[in-house]
């Protein structure tokens, strides 16, 4: 098979679609410009594919970048999908043409034959949008063959890659032996495709939770024997219908939500949230199934919420610390389902929204209280429910009303470790200690309250450990500076900052000696920023740092501004430290910047690509490893690539040192024996653009388009109203913050 409209190739790719799927081969039609370049000149577009260091030679594929008109792509110079367009072969007809094709379809084979291994080569017709006039196509391909044999010089016939490759095979060729990947993808200078890799991180987390979601509710369906009859909840809109399972319609969303424009976040904003809406929809379906099923294995009638984020405005999410089901309550309970098969894989850390201080927590299999603590909702977690407010047409006085309904009514998180069963599940409950209910307990071991301070820059250096872990923090410069590993008594300077890099709207990228310029935008696809300046994401300032401690975890709140905030929080005894970042709103002005202007109007509404970065000590040398679809690791060389790649010449020093990371990014001292690894809980891009350094593309808000397709800015906003009143096809008035 090849693919027509890929943005890029993993290491997973060869092995998955080969050993795993029974793919013999697999061509793509867009590949590296430099890298392509390179191969044509010597005959190289075609090799053997050995993209897994694990399975090594059983996990080969035949591949190759498509020659199509000599400068790669998915199709060849023939098209037959204007009506208009054909083979004229009457010589007493004004438009005969039979000659002129057939002599320009002879220079090209013989062309292609000086860039291809062995006699055959392959013609691949094939594009988006394309070939859909199959009668059309077919009679004139069939004239067009017929006389190119006529001629006699190539011979011109109906194949498939299968075909391709068996003549391939008996040419008895030695073909070169290829490991590496295709990231980042660059069709020019500074055309790298690397900014698809965060595009809409809300859709790409939505997709991720879903599938874990599906994943263990399948479970659930299979041990609990709960049938699409018993659930009888149909998804208002089931499309597409891929089975007759309670789960099949989620299953079928989330599909669709993979697509290479979907997931990817290259799509228009009003197909965005369609996607998002189905998968809601569907998630609905397999709520009520999931429920049943967890009251089937438990022998209980009573009733089970979920709170997923599939509410309207968020009213009941807990990415952002809601649920309506354990608020303004003194008593609930706690089923939790352990979709992983490992012993280890039950200890895990749950985190529940709750109103009140004082709470008692029992697991209900033992019947002994659990260890728990209760921490106060913080300010920029309790206003994120008021970001989905729209205020468009609302009056004044109706506002406290709407503002009522969407705030958080919790002020507690109550946190506590479950231990659960390999693929089971643990029933635990929570009550007020001041209840009833907690009255009758015995000996109750009630949720330890923290304590909380905020730093001043008058303070010392504040040390906070888990008992694994050891980070330092100073309060002069509201930053990290140490993370100490207490068991190996190793220790590195650490910084955990926010900034931003200004998309570049076409122009000249700052830094660049030679070919520095280009009319290529910053978009849905491209990352293209217009200098290597990481900004600060606000006005310049001290980070102000709280310490909130008790006896389950310690967490560090850091705040840099009103849109970029982060909580470093170690857990007692655990081998990790969790980092948890709020990103935006993001604002488009920069009135904290010095702009252009032409009287009281500022030239200030700059896109904005928000990164993460992680600061320390290591000594990488350049080196650093992400993964490939969260199978393997996969080493980086700072403005290198792969030892296929011809030497190359890197245009974009940021972009094009960006890479995908689905789920771990790192860096290493081989002689030290030091490792430094951020895991994610979403798909990012991210690089290491200085020794020691990690940085992640967490967000991006852009005010331009790369005019790839998508015709539109990749301005998200809470009410998705970025571009109204734009025809199809057309640019809309973008650019308008809020509502």
């Known amino acids: 098979t090849w693919q027509i409209d890929p943005f890029g190739h993993s290491n997973t790719e060869a092995w998955l679609l080969g050993a795993e799927s029974g793919f013999?081969?697999?061509?793509?039609?867009?590949?590296?410009?430099?890298d392509f370049a390179a191969r044509k000149n010597k005959s190289r577009l075609e090799w053997i594919w050995e993209g897994s260091q694990s399975l090594g030679q059983s996990a080969a594929l035949f591949?190759?970048?498509?020659?199509?008109?000599?400068?790669?792509?998915?199709?060849?110079?023939?098209?037959?999908d204007d009506p208009s367009n054909q083979v004229q072969d009457d010589p007493r007809r004004h438009d005969y043409n039979v000659d002129q094709l057939v002599d320009q379809f002879v220079q090209d084979a013989l062309s292609q034959a000086a860039h291809t291994q062995s006699d055959h080569q392959m013609w691949a017709c094939g594009s988006d949008f394309q070939y859909q006039n199959a009668d059309h196509w077919y009679h004139n391909l069939d004239k067009l063959i017929h006389y190119v044999n006529q001629n006699g010089t190539v011979n011109a016939f109906y194949s498939t890659p299968t075909l391709y490759v068996d003549q391939k095979k008996k040419s008895n060729m030695k073909w070169e032996q290829r490991y590496d990947d295709i990231f980042p993808l660059a069709d020019d200078a500074h055309n790298y495709w690397s900014g698809y890799f965060t595009s809409r991180p809300a859709l790409k987390r939505q997709v991720r939770t879903a599938s874990n979601f599906l994943n263990a509710a399948r479970q659930l369906e299979v041990v609990s024997g709960v049938t699409a009859k018993d659930v009888d909840t149909p998804t208002v809109r089931p499309s597409p219908q891929v089975g007759t399972s309670w789960t099949d319609s989620l299953e079928g969303t989330i599909g669709v939500a993979t697509h290479h424009d979907g997931m990817s976040g290259t799509e228009r904003q009003d197909v965005a949230d369609d996607y998002a809406q189905r998968i809601s929809e569907s998630h609905g379906e397999v709520e009520v199934g999931v429920a049943m099923s967890l009251q089937k294995l438990m022998g209980t009638d009573a009733r089970f919420d979920h709170c997923n984020c599939n509410s309207e405005g968020g009213q009941n999410c807990l990415n952002i610390t809601v649920c309506s089901t354990t608020t303004g309550v003194d008593q609930f309970s706690?089923?939790?389902?352990?979709?992983?098969?490992?012993?280890?894989?039950?200890?895990?850390?749950?985190?529940?929204?709750?109103?009140?201080?004082?709470?008692?927590?029992?697991?209900?299999?033992?019947?002994?209280?659990?260890?728990?603590?209760?921490?106060?909702?913080d300010k920029r977690t309790l206003e994120l429910p008021l970001l989905y407010i729209n205020h468009f047409g609302v009056k004044k006085e109706d506002l406290p009303k709407i503002i009522d309904a969407y705030s958080n009514k919790a002020t507690h998180v109550l946190t506590f470790a479950a231990?659960?069963?390999?693929?089971?599940?643990?029933?635990?409950?929570a009550t007020a200690s001041t209840s009833?209910?907690?009255?009758?307990?015995?000996a109750p071991i009630k949720a330890t309250k923290t304590t909380s301070r905020r730093l001043s820059a008058r303070d010392s250096p504040t040390t906070v450990s888990n008992g694994v872990y050891e980070v330092t923090v100073d309060p002069s410069t509201g930053l990290l500076t140490k993370l100490k590993n207490l068991k190996s008594n190793l220790e590195t300077d650490f910084e955990i900052t926010w900034g931003w890099y200004n998309s570049s709207d076409g122009g000249c990228t700052t830094g660049i000696k030679t070919d520095a310029c280009s009319t290529q935008k910053s978009g849905a696809y491209i990352f293209r920023p217009n200098s290597s300046t990481v900004f600060f994401p606000g006005p310049k300032r001290t980070p102000t740092v709280d310490i909130v401690k008790g006896p389950l975890f310690t967490e560090i709140y850091q705040t840099f501004s009103d849109w970029a905030t982060h909580v470093v929080r170690l857990y007692e005894g655990s081998e990790y430290i969790e980092v948890e970042w709020t990103a935006g709103p993001i604002p488009i002005d920069t009135p904290w910047l010095p702009a252009s202007s032409i009287g009281d109007t500022r030239f200030d509404n700059w896109g904005k690509e928000v990164i993460l970065k992680y600061k320390t000590s290591v000594d990488s040398k350049g080196a650093f490893y992400t993964d490939a679809n969260g199978r393997e690791m996969v080493k980086r060389q700072y403005n290198q690539r792969g030892p296929s790649y011809p030497p190359l010449v890197v245009h974009e020093p940021v972009a094009g040192n960006y890479y995908p990371v689905n789920s771990m990014i790192s860096l290493q001292d081989d002689t030290e024996k030091v490792q430094l690894a951020v895991i994610t809980d979403v798909s990012v891009g991210g690089a290491s653009l200085a020794d020691g350094e990690l940085e992640l593309k967490v967000h991006r808000r852009i005010q331009g388009d790369d005019n790839l397709g998508v015709q539109e800015p990749l301005n998200e906003t809470m009410c998705g109203c970025n571009d109204r009143g734009a025809?199809?096809?057309?640019?809309g008035a973008h650019g308008h913050e809020g509502d």
């Open 419 to 429: 231990e659960m069963p390999p693929m089971g599940y643990k029933l635990f409950s």
């Open 436 to 442: 009833a209910v907690a009255a009758k307990l015995l």
């Open 727 to 731: 025809a199809p096809g057309k640019m």
């Open 334 to 377: 706690v089923a939790a389902w352990n979709p992983l098969g490992q012993a280890e894989s039950g200890n895990q850390i749950l985190r529940i929204p709750v109103t009140g201080e004082s709470w008692i927590v029992k697991d209900e299999a033992t019947g002994k209280t659990v260890q728990a603590q209760v921490s106060a909702i």
């Open 63 to 80: 591949a190759g970048e498509l020659y199509g008109g000599g400068g790669g792509g998915y199709g060849t110079w023939i098209g037959y």
């Open 24 to 34: 013999e081969s697999l061509f793509w039609g867009r590949t590296d410009y430099q």
